[in-house]
Nanobody, 129 residues
């Protein structure tokens, strides 16, 4: 049973940093791509970043490029999102999702919420000005 557990959110001042973690169980990072999404009040859930651990590539939304870094630890089955230079517009609930890669033959539209069959519970990030 694929499960995801997101953590690491909190309250931080503008300009500060946080590191989010997404711990997976019941699957291998070889078989799934992991995306981070966020949802601010009144807004749709939007893709922030994505990692394909097996093939070693990442994607970022333009709004976070250069400030956020996604990495994975295969041994811990965990994906991290390092967030630097945070600003109030980054305030949201952050979710991690897993998309099955069908043995490496599937390349999802990483920023599309509908691609992901499994989600973690979300962790709240609040950036104060």
């Amino acid at each position: 049973d694929v499960q995801l557990q997101a953590s690491g959110g909190g309250l931080v001042q503008a300009g500060g940093s946080l590191r989010l973690s997404c711990v997976g169980s019941g699957f291998s990072l070889d078989a799934y791509g992991i995306g981070w999404f966020r949802q601010a009040p009144g807004n749709a859930r939007e893709g922030v970043s994505y990692i394909n651990t097996k093939e070693g590539y990442t994607y970022y939304a333009s709004s976070v490029k250069g400030r956020f870094t996604i990495t994975s630890d295969y041994a811990k089955n965990t994906v991290y999102l390092q967030m630097n230079s945070l600003n109030p517009e980054d305030t949201a609930v952050y979710y991690c999702g897993a998309v099955y890669l069908y043995g490496g033959t599937y390349y999802p539209t990483w920023y599309s919420r509908s691609e992901y069959g499994h989600w973690g519970q979300g962790t709240l990030v609040t950036v104060s000005s």
